[in-house]
Structures are given as structure tokens and as C-alpha cells.
């Protein structure tokens, strides 16, 4: 997989809705990398083919497999997805600013990127086994909510076992989730759409 550097011109905060953003010009996104769609046809599919990868699911992540209003397989076999992977500086956001996961997507669809859909985000887990160890990789995804918390999928690498991990990142209950650019960097991922012929 290709990583990516997007280059941010300098210029003035500006305040917006209580959220402090860098506005700059960016170059445009390039593919970090992209998923073909497998012809698993199914959420117990999927759940089926993680396990028997040995990768690892909490709980609460194989509940969210399950929620009537999100978790929906809506891509074709063999269809192909760009993505591209993004820092909340990338994206335009104050260093070491906090945005929650409405004004992030905002954010990435001003600069011509789409959310995620869940099943992208399980073909991706299946895909991306040489995850380096300490990196999180957030779904940049409209948050999944099990009427308690609302909940975004989290992909990341156990940096004592090696394990490979889907898991979750949720907000307050009945609040979207906050990102938070610290010093671990959180990587969001998008869907960069391919421009038609």
C-alpha cells in the first residue's frame, strides 16, 4: 500500500461552530489504497472469514454486525473502492484540535471525498493484514448506533501481541464520536470516488 503526504498551505484560523480549523489549500487526495469487494454475501459471513483469519472482535464490535439500521452489504462482487487515508490536519483541523465525527466528514466531503460504508470497512480489515504495529486506522463513516452510543469502526494492530484487530470508537451516549489529534495520530480513511470515463 501507497502512503500519501498532502501538502497544507498556511492561513488563518477561523472559528466555526466552536471548532477551530486551519483553512488551507491542499493537494489533491491521492489512493493510500483500494479494496475489491470478495464474494462474501453476508454479515455472518464476514464475521465467519475474521475469525477464521485470526483476527479479533470484542463483543461489543460483533454486536454492531448486527444492527437492523447500518450494518448493510451494499457493494457488488468484485467492485473496486479507492480510499484514501487522512489526518485531521490533512483535513484541514487545528493541531491537537477535537472535532466529532459529523464535522470531520463535512470536512472530507468538501474536498470531494464520500464516508465509508460499513462493508468497505470489513473488506478492509480482511485486506489489510501488514498494518504496522501502533497505528489506528478510524472509519471515516456515518457512526452505527446500538440506541445507546454512537459508534464508528476502529482498525488497529496490538503493539505487545501483534493481533490484528476490528474494533470500535464511541461517543457519549447519544453524542456522535470525538477525534482528537494527539500525538498517536489517528488515521481516518475515505472513499476518494473515481471520476467516470
Not at 448493510?72 to 467492485?79: F, H, N, R, T
Not at 470531520?104 to 464516508?115: H, V
Not at 480489515?125 to 478510524?138: A, C, G, M, S, T
Request: charged letters at 30%; proline letters at 4%.
Amino acid at each position: 500500500m501507497k502512503t500519501f503526504s498532502i501538502v497544507l498551505a498556511v492561513a488563518t484560523l477561523f472559528q466555526v461552530q466552536g471548532i477551530v480549523f486551519a483553512q488551507a489549500t491542499k493537494a489533491a487526495p491521492k489512493v493510500w489504497s483500494t479494496v475489491k469487494i470478495s464474494p462474501i454475501r453476508d454479515i455472518d459471513g464476514y464475521q465467519k472469514a475474521l475469525k477464521e483469519g485470526d483476527f479479533r472482535l470484542d463483543e461489543k464490535t460483533e454486536k454492531l454486525f448486527y444492527l437492523q439500521d447500518g450494518m448493510k452489504l451494499s457493494l457488488k462482487i468484485g467492485e473496486e473502492v479507492d480510499l484514501v487515508k487522512m489526518t485531521m490536519i490533512d483535513l484541514g483541523f487545528k493541531k491537537n484540535g477535537r472535532a466529532n465525527m459529523e464535522d470531520i466528514l463535512a470536512k472530507a466531503e468538501a474536498m470531494g471525498l464520500k464516508a465509508c460504508s460499513p462493508h468497505v470497512a470489513l473488506q478492509l480489515r480482511l485486506d489489510y493484514r501488514n498494518q504496522p504495529k501502533r497505528e489506528l486506522i478510524v472509519i471515516g463513516m456515518k457512526p452505527l448506533y446500538d440506541y445507546y452510543r454512537k459508534q464508528v469502526m476502529v482498525l488497529d494492530r496490538n503493539i505487545v501481541t501483534g493481533h490484528l484487530w476490528l474494533s470500535y470508537y464511541a461517543g457519549a451516549e447519544g453524542e456522535e464520536p470525538v477525534m482528537i489529534d494527539e500525538e498517536w495520530q489517528p488515521q481516518l480513511v475515505f472513499v476518494l470516488p473515481r471520476k467516470e470515463k
